[in-house]
T-cell receptor
């Protein structure tokens, strides 16, 4: 079946503008994750969704960043008033959800191709 | 604190050589999960393997093998008889049972296999 898809694949914007990045998870995957990969850096966690709720938003770097998920499927990551330091590849991943408290059943995350964001 | 260290920033080998990528992790959790991903030049992260902390069996898949050692908190990845197509950035990641479901990634090792 289809993998995780993300759009746009590339986005160039001017400092101060808002951008929206979209993620379409693998069908049937109820968990969805956003990560950011900056040049020369590893991947840093941003936010995690279980269904439409976000139990962990701890990685969002500032209040300019927000994300939502509707219908338990597509998610949108919004960056307001973009800054040059927001330039990075934004990666989305999805996984099945087997429920909390079941030891040994942490599901594997499958990643999309990413959106490369450049803020001029 | 949870942490993943991939001390090798970049490795270059000649085709057909064996190469080992190191991964050392830190966690206070007794149950955790370790992963390796490959990121080729196209940019998409490709899942390679996962290992549960309570399963210390090493694994071999074709030219790839993984050595999990709880005593040294390491989960190393070896490619035997490397090929040019193995050139990529390889990431090791950790997910803790008691944490949220996020992965903690290392900074990656760039492998260049020269023909």
């Amino acid at each position: 079946g289809a993998g995780v898809s993300q759009s746009p694949s590339n986005k160039v914007t001017e400092k101060g503008k808002d951008v929206e990045l979209r993620c379409d998870p693998i069908s049937g995957h109820t968990a969805l994750y956003w990560y950011r990969q900056s040049l020369g850096q590893g991947l840093e966690f941003l936010i995690y969704f279980q269904g439409n709720s976000a139990p962990d938003k701890s990685g969002l770097p500032s209040d300019r960043f927000s994300a939502e998920r509707t219908g338990g499927s597509v998610s949108t990551l919004t960056i307001q008033r973009t800054q040059q330091e927001d330039s990075a590849v934004y990666l989305c991943a999805s996984s099945f959800w087997l429920g909390a408290g079941i030891v040994g059943l942490r599901e594997t995350q499958y990643f999309g191709p990413g959106t490369r964001l450049l803020v001029l | 604190a949870q942490k993943v260290t991939q001390a090798q920033t970049e490795i270059s080998v000649v085709e057909k050589e064996d190469v080992t990528l190191d991964c050392v992790y830190e966690t206070r959790d007794t149950t955790y999960y370790l992963f390796w991903y490959k990121q080729p030049p196209s940019g998409e992260l490709v899942f390679l393997i996962r290992r549960n902390s309570f399963d210390e069996q090493n694994e071999i898949s074709g030219r790839y093998s993984w050595n999990f050692q709880k005593s040294t908190s390491s989960f190393n990845f070896t490619i035997t008889a490397s090929q040019v197509v193995d050139s990529a950035v390889y990431f090791c990641a950790l997910s803790e049972e008691r944490g949220t479901y996020k992965y903690i990634f290392g900074t990656g090792t760039r492998l260049k296999v020269l023909a």
